[in-house]
């Protein structure tokens, strides 16, 4: 099963159609921003930046979030990223469990009895990463992939059903798609839709690395409206008119 993690588009750019957080802040922070919907649950609330399943496939192998988001978040300074919604989107043939890991995640069930999805089907799943309110709206159809732009997202390979091997068949899968995630570029993840094992970890991982990056995104943003801006003296208004060489000639009028 591959997931993609797809960041809100950017000003300018058409958002993606489809697509499957700090040291120093406070697990009590909370953002200034007001949450939208009821408020999140303590299982939601991720104030250190979660770990990966293995080193030997992961996307990003620090410990901490990025400093300019550490800072950013500590000053509220975060834009609109609390009110975007980011999708996740999980692709994968039939009877793989996409469906199962959503709802064992979402709503923390697992029905024995499947039914193939037809269609698009999608929950919103609300987080506070570092006192943030951030969004995940998660879909789960065929080809989704195909509608992302190279780079535009996050790429996951999850195996769902962990705990249908143990052992030595259980190790040999497991490099055997290690391999194939760096051959993919993505981050392996082996979980239990049925048990629960990995599930909530691997969610919590993605929507920290999507967050972080939308946050950065923001950033460089506002820095690059600001440099459009200009920072010279005939834009700067801090307690009255700049002097220019024609302002500091004596005035040819007389008073009286």
Request: charged share 25%; proline share 5%; net charge neutral.
């Amino acid at each position: 099963m591959v997931i993609s993690a797809a960041l809100p588009a950017r000003p300018g750019r058409a958002e993606p159609r489809t697509s499957a957080a700090a040291e120093g802040l406070s697990g009590t922070m909370r953002s200034s921003l007001t949450p939208l919907g009821p408020p999140v649950s303590r299982d939601r609330i991720i104030a250190t930046f979660p770990k990966w399943y293995t080193p030997a496939a992961c996307l990003q192998l620090k410990e901490h979030f990025h400093g300019q988001v550490n800072a950013a978040c500590q000053r509220r300074n975060t834009g609109t990223v609390g009110l975007n919604l980011s999708k996740v989107v999980v692709v994968g043939d039939l009877y793989v469990g996409k469906t199962s890991l959503i709802h064992r995640f979402c709503k923390n069930v697992f029905d024995r009895d499947y039914k193939a999805t037809i269609g698009v089907d999608f929950e919103i799943e609300r987080f506070e990463i570092a006192g943030i309110p951030y969004s995940l709206q998660m879909q789960w159809l065929e080809d989704a992939l195909r509608e992302n732009e190279p780079g535009s997202c996050f790429v996951f390979l999850v195996g769902t059903k962990k705990d249908l091997l143990s052992g030595a068949a259980c190790e040999q899968a497991e490099v055997e798609a290690v391999q194939l995630a760096n051959e993919m570029r993505a981050e392996y993840w082996s979980v239990s839709a049925k048990t629960g094992e990995n599930v909530k970890a691997f969610f919590l991982r993605v929507a920290a690395l999507a967050f972080e990056q939308s946050v950065l995104q923001d950033l460089e943003r506002r820095d690059s409206s600001r440099l459009q801006l200009g920072t010279g003296d005939l834009i700067r208004m801090e307690g009255g008119l700049p002097e220019t060489q024609e302002s500091k000639k004596p005035s040819s009028l007389g008073c009286c």
